[in-house]
T-cell receptor, first 114, second 114 residues
């Protein structure tokens, strides 16, 4: 079945450590996104990528980094520069034909900083 | 700038009664509008979207939404609520100028009482 796989589902990090969240899709979608979800704040866009080897900052990119070396993969690194990284992280993808397509989401990764 | 407002943090309804979850938006140009549902610790699932045409859009699980351009609203509705509809609902907007950013509202928690 086609879909988006995020791993790990739960992750604990000590302050000062970088962590990388994995996102893989087999939907053959061009565009991929990372969102952060905090209670009562909805989803906020961290980074997005329209094609391989290209990505743009979203609204809250500080303290995060991404890469897009393959169409299927869009990993997110939460760096030690991110001051409040505890959150639920969601990866999504979408076809790039026009702007009408809906987003497909993974099951999320919950990061907790100890 | 694009924005989405969901004025109610929570909506309570009795099973069998009709439900409405409100959404208003602001976008330059014509909007593409979406509704998603999220169950605890899961990713978002697409319910329905408005792109163009008929203002009443039908989606998954018996949900529908009405696009009202003059009121810039896109309220989610269901004629008869089920306990299993209890979840977090997100309204989202994207502009039709070829943009890749989808902006989400803060979410409305729907609680359906048996």
């Amino acid at each position: 079945d086609g879909g988006i796989t995020q791993s790990p589902k739960y992750l604990f990090r000590k302050e000062g450590q970088n962590v990388t969240l994995s996102c893989e899709q087999n939907l053959n979608h061009d565009a991929m996104y990372w969102y952060r979800q905090d209670p009562g704040q909805g989803l906020r866009l961290i980074y997005y990528s329209q094609i391989v080897n290209d990505f743009q900052k979203g609204d809250i990119a500080e303290g995060y980094s991404v890469s897009r070396e393959k169409k299927e993969s869009f990993p997110l690194t939460v760096t030690s520069a991110q001051k409040n990284p505890t959150a639920f992280y969601l990866c999504a993808s979408r076809t790039s034909g026009g702007s009408t397509g809906e987003l497909f989401f993974g099951e999320g990764s919950r990061l907790t900083v100890l | 700038a694009q924005s989405v407002a969901q004025p109610e943090d929570q909506v309570n309804v009795a099973e069998g009664n009709p439900l409405t979850v409100k959404c208003t938006y602001s976008v330059s140009g014509n909007p593409y509008l979406f509704w998603y549902v999220q169950y605890p610790n899961r990713g978002l699932q697409f319910l329905l979207k408005y792109i163009t045409g008929d203002n009443l859009v039908k989606g998954s699980y018996g949900f529908e939404a009405e696009f009202n351009k003059s009121q810039t609203s896109f309220h989610l509705k269901k004629p008869s609520a089920l306990v299993s509809d209890s979840a977090l609902y997100f309204c989202a907007v994207r502009d039709n100028t070829g943009g890749f950013k989808t902006i989400f509202g803060a979410g409305t928690r729907l609680f359906v009482k048996a």
